[in-house]
C-alpha cells in the first residue's frame, strides 16, 4: 500500500496541480487570510476597475470546508486523474485545452443574467464528470454502495442527487453544457465528417510549461533539498514526451495522416542522377555484368569506389 507522499507524486500533473490549487484556495480562507469576495467573478469590477483576477480565481473556489468540498476533491482525484491518464494520456496539452476552453464557455454562460454564478469551480469541475462519462459510457460504478449504474449516466445521477440534497443545479448544468459542447466539437462532430473545429493552439504548449514551473517553485517553497531539484531537472528532457501534444491510441476520430511526415519530394541516386527511369543501354549494360563506371565530379558525393552485387559476382 502506497503512502500518502508516494500517491501524491504518482498524480498527473495538471489534476494535481488543479487539485491542491483549490485545497489552497479554501485552506486560506478558512485561516483568514483574504475575502472570498474578492475572487469572486464580478464583471462590472472587472471592466470597470480592471480586477481582471478574478476571471480566473473564481474557478480555484470550491466552497468553505464541508461535505460537497470533499466530493468535488475526490472528482478530482478519480475522475479528472482517469481522465488524464486513459484519454488524455499523452495528449496533456489537449487537457489543459479542455480546462481553458470550458472555463471560457462559462465565463460565456455566466454573462447572462440568468446563468449568472459568482464562483465557477464547481461547474468545471461537474464539466470533468460530464466529460468522463462520455469517455467510459460503459465503466461501472457504484454510488455510496447502494446504486451500480453505467458511466454514462454518471452526471445524471449526481444531479439528481444534489437535487434530493437540496444543492443548487444550475452549476452543476452549466458544467453539463460546457462538457458536451467540448466533446460535440472534438468528438462528434468530427465523426460525423466535420472537421475538428476545436484544435489545442498552440499557445497551450506554454501554459503547460507555466505549470510545470509552478510545480517546481513548489517544491523550492516547501524545502525540498538540492538533491531533488537536480534529479527533477535530470528527468525534465522526459516532460518533453509526458507534456506533448499527441493523439489517443483508441481515439474514435483518426489522426492526421499527413502528420509527421518529414520529407516530401524526388529521390535522387547518390551520383547525383535523378530515378526517372534507364534507357535501353544501360539496361543491357546491367545484363553484361558490374562495370565500373566513372562517377561525375559533384558535390556531396557520399561514397567513391567499386561496387558490387549483393551475391559478390
Avoid at 58 to 77: E, K, M, Q, T, V
Avoid at 84 to 89: L, Q, V
Avoid at 140 to 168: C, D, E, M, Q, T
Wanted: aromatic share 14%.
Amino acid at each position: 500500500m502506497s503512502t500518502p507522499g508516494e500517491y501524491y507524486r504518482s498524480l498527473p500533473p495538471v489534476s494535481k496541480t488543479y487539485g491542491v490549487a483549490c485545497l489552497m484556495t479554501t485552506a486560506a480562507l478558512y485561516l483568514g487570510l483574504y475575502n472570498h469576495w474578492t475572487i469572486a467573478l464580478e464583471y462590472e469590477l472587472v471592466f470597470k476597475r480592471f480586477q481582471v483576477w478574478r476571471l480566473i480565481t473564481n474557478f480555484f473556489f470550491l466552497g468553505p470546508f464541508s461535505f460537497s468540498f470533499a466530493f468535488r476533491l475526490i472528482i478530482i482525484a478519480k475522475y479528472g486523474v482517469s481522465l488524464e491518464r486513459g484519454p488524455f494520456d499523452k495528449r496533456t496539452a489537449d487537457y489543459v485545452w479542455m480546462f481553458i476552453f470550458g472555463a471560457l464557455s462559462l465565463l460565456v454562460m455566466a454573462a447572462i443574467p440568468p446563468l449568472y454564478i459568482r464562483f465557477m469551480g464547481p461547474s468545471l469541475v461537474f464539466m470533468i464528470v460530464y466529460i468522463w462519462g462520455r469517455e467510459f459510457p460503459n465503466a461501472r460504478i457504484s454510488i455510496y454502495g447502494v446504486v451500480s449504474l453505467k458511466g454514462f449516466y454518471l452526471p445524471w445521477a449526481l444531479l439528481a442527487l444534489n437535487l434530493i440534497f437540496g444543492n443548487p443545479l444550475m452549476p452543476d448544468i452549466l458544467g453539463m453544457v460546457a462538457g458536451h459542447l467540448y466533446y460535440f466539437l472534438t468528438v462528434l462532430h468530427p465523426l460525423a465528417g466535420g472537421r475538428n473545429l476545436l484544435k489545442t493552439p498552440r499557445w497551450a504548449n506554454k501554459v503547460r510549461l507555466l505549470i510545470l514551473s509552478a510545480v517546481m517553485a513548489l517544491y523550492n517553497t516547501l524545502g525540498v533539498n538540492h538533491v531533488c531539484v537536480q534529479s527533477l531537472n535530470v528527468r525534465s528532457h522526459k516532460v518533453v514526451a509526458y507534456w506533448g501534444e499527441g493523439f489517443q491510441v483508441n481515439a474514435p476520430v483518426p489522426s492526421d495522416p499527413s502528420a509527421g511526415i518529414a520529407f516530401r519530394g524526388r529521390s535522387h541516386r547518390l551520383g547525383g542522377m535523378a530515378t526517372q527511369g534507364s534507357s535501353p543501354e544501360q539496361a543491357q549494360t546491367r545484363d553484361q555484368g558490374p562495370v565500373q563506371q566513372p562517377m561525375p565530379a559533384a558535390e556531396g558525393v557520399a561514397f567513391r569506389g567499386r561496387s558490387y552485387r549483393l551475391g559478390g559476382r
